[in-house]
């Protein structure tokens, strides 16, 4: 029987945004099989600018998860990293956006874009966009207002009752879907709740490959909660929203912050509205909740990535054989 220890488990994390980029800096450290699954519903900054133009597919979320799973931080790294000044016509441009936009007309698709990006970075995992297909976000706010777009989402004043998609048949990648199904444990977050993370579960195929998955699901709650998109939301109502665009018992165990965030970074974050994640009563008992202290050391209220990496390793080693 194969020690534990010495298994090389599979990982599909779901996700986008900082809060993705961020667990696949902790992941790669160990000896997992990685792929990220990224959303492709951005439509704000350089990734708007070169969906609007161009039609392509957003780029920004993708780049920032090839460049978290590379081998060593080098000279491409960086200047994959690298931003335009803000004027001119290349203003707020990201170098490793306009590579990805030039590499897909070059290779001839999205897909293979990737693909040879990830060759040039020499990335420890594999990173997929999670559809083919150029979506549109839309939400449903508590006061019934409509808004399009994810950029105007995140920015709402209201918190968010429901999202779809626009087209709603919008296919999930069949890349993904094998992903999802030879996984040993399928990660969603962190991030922002709905922007990041319950986007990628409306694509026609996602939910049922959940379902028919063996894999163990884990949701990274956030540290604190986004103003607008989560205002005033506890645990339980970030998990109750996943579960309202997908199925009952989706997740196995939650992994929460309850490490104390320093009391100037908690004011800061006070004036924007934002608060630490609030952990409460969960009502489905066969959810584990994991409390660990997961705050990092530097000036914002985010992930240490080397301490969610270990909480995450120490998870499958007691639960998957």
Do not use: W
């Not at 874009?113 to 839309?138: C, E, F, T």
């Not at 990660?187 to 998955?213: E, M, R």
């Not at 924007?272 to 959810?287: A, C, G, H, L, M």
């Amino acid at each position: 029987m194969q020690d534990k220890k010495k298994k090389r488990y599979k990982i599909t994390a779901i996700g986008g945004g900082t809060g993705l980029s961020t667990l696949l800096r902790g992941l790669k450290v160990y000896d997992f099989d990685i792929t990220a699954v990224v959303t492709v519903s951005d439509d704000g900054g350089s990734s708007g600018k070169l969906r609007k133009e161009l039609g392509v597919l957003p780029p920004g979320d993708i780049r920032k998860c090839l460049v978290a799973l590379s081998e060593e931080e080098n000279l491409i790294t960086k200047l994959f990293q690298y931003r335009f000044p803000k004027k001119g016509g290349l203003s707020n441009h990201s170098f490793g956006n306009l590579f990805l936009t030039a590499l897909t007309e070059v290779s001839g698709g999205f897909d293979k874009a990737i693909l040879n990006a990830s060759d040039v970075l020499a990335i420890k995992g594999k990173v997929l966009p999670v559809s083919p297909d150029n979506v549109k976000l839309k939400a449903t706010l508590i006061d019934g207002k409509k808004v399009a777009g994810e950029t105007k989402i995140s920015k709402s004043k209201y918190a968010i009752d429901s999202v779809e998609i626009e087209p709603k048949n919008a296919k999930v990648s069949g890349e993904v879907i094998k992903s999802v199904l030879e996984a040993d444990c399928v990660i969603f977050g962190p991030g922002s709740l709905y922007t990041s993370v319950i986007v990628n579960l409306l694509f026609d195929g996602v939910v049922d490959a959940l379902k028919k998955s063996k894999a163990l699901k884990i949701y990274i709650s956030n540290i604190m909660t986004q103003d607008g998109e989560t205002t005033n939301f506890t645990l339980s109502d970030h998990i109750n929203a996943i579960v309202k665009h997908s199925y009952e018992n989706i997740l196995d165990a939650v992994i929460v912050n309850n490490g104390k965030i320093p009391d100037e970074i908690i004011k800061r974050y006070r004036k924007e509205n934002s608060v630490p994640v609030k952990i409460d009563t969960i009502k489905n008992k066969n959810i584990k909740i994991i409390k660990k202290d997961l705050v990092s050391k530097n000036m914002y209220a985010h992930h240490d990535f080397k301490k969610l990496s270990e909480t995450i390793l120490r998870f499958l080693r007691s639960n998957v054989k």
